[in-house]
């Protein structure tokens, strides 16, 4: 695996055409009062650098560590606007794009990216001859779609893996399941306002975290980044020129 930012120019020249750009994206939040702000860019870079190591043929990005976190700001939260996020992936694809890659893949650590990530990969799909993929680590290699929760178990047990030294004890759940996580009706989701600061910022009992079991979840979803990098590779290229291919040579 090769780091973006340590290359030079030349070096992004040449492995461009061949290589995924992989871009992961996380947050900067309130994670309960035992993990850290950071908790969803650590984990999502864990995961990508457990993934990828070994890999000639990617080029890592340096993760964005902000996204959308308005619910979390009853706390702390550093927040991009909805519009912003996406103008923000949008212009970071519209860049790789320029550089050469023309299979790109977006990597998400925070629930709240979904929406804007999905439709960033679409728009860039739009407008250039490319490949673009996403997908939220926590999904991918699991039979269940469910959400991991926030500053719970899952979390709290992948930080234990990840970073041990960063996660604290005694972290404290909620009474009772957030109304969003409720599924009252099959496929019917719903948001009640007031509802984070109502759960103290935490969606299920964290427990004291168990490396065993985030290893689990960090190895589950290596293995199955690893397999979306080889499904990009493997996918056909769509015809037509790239904006790379018409620049002179310095």
């Known amino acids: 695996m090769t780091h973006l930012a340590t290359l030079r120019r030349q070096d992004v020249a040449a492995l461009a055409p061949h290589a995924v750009a992989v871009l ?3 947050s900067l939040e309130q994670h309960g009062e ?7 860019s650590l984990l999502v870079e864990a995961a990508c650098e457990r993934a990828l190591q070994e890999r000639e043929d990617v080029a890592l990005c340096p993760t964005l560590p902000y996204g959308f976190s308005g619910h979390h700001q009853f706390a702390v939260a550093l927040s991009l606007p909805p519009q912003t996020l996406l103008d923000v992936l949008s212009a970071l694809l519209d860049s790789l794009v320029a550089a050469g890659f023309r299979r790109v893949l977006v990597v998400n650590g925070h629930g709240g990216n979904i929406e804007m990530m999905s439709q960033a990969v679409k728009l860039a799909a739009l407008k250039h001859p ?4 996403s997908c ?9 779609r469910g959400t991991p ?3 719970g178990r899952f979390e709290t047990d992948a930080m234990s893996a990840a970073h041990p030294e960063l996660v604290a004890a005694g972290g404290v759940g909620p009474r009772e399941l957030p109304l969003f996580d409720q599924e009252l009706v099959p496929g ?16 299920d009992p964290p427990g004291e975290g168990d490396p065993e079991r985030g290893e689990d979840i960090l190895a589950t979803a290596a293995d199955a980044l690893n397999a979306a990098v080889d499904a990009l ?5 769509p015809s037509g020129g790239h904006p790379a291919d018409e620049r002179e040579t310095p």
């Open 188 to 203: 019917l989701h719903l948001e009640r306002h007031g509802e984070w600061p109502r759960t103290g910022g935490v969606t």
């Open 130 to 133: 490319i490949l673009a993929g």
């Open 136 to 144: 939220s680590y926590w999904q991918l290699g699991r039979t269940s």
């Open 24 to 26: 992961p994206i996380g």
């Open 34 to 40: 035992h993990l850290p702000l950071g908790t969803d």
């Open 233 to 237: 590779l493997r996918a056909d290229l």
């Open 149 to 151: 929760g926030h500053a």
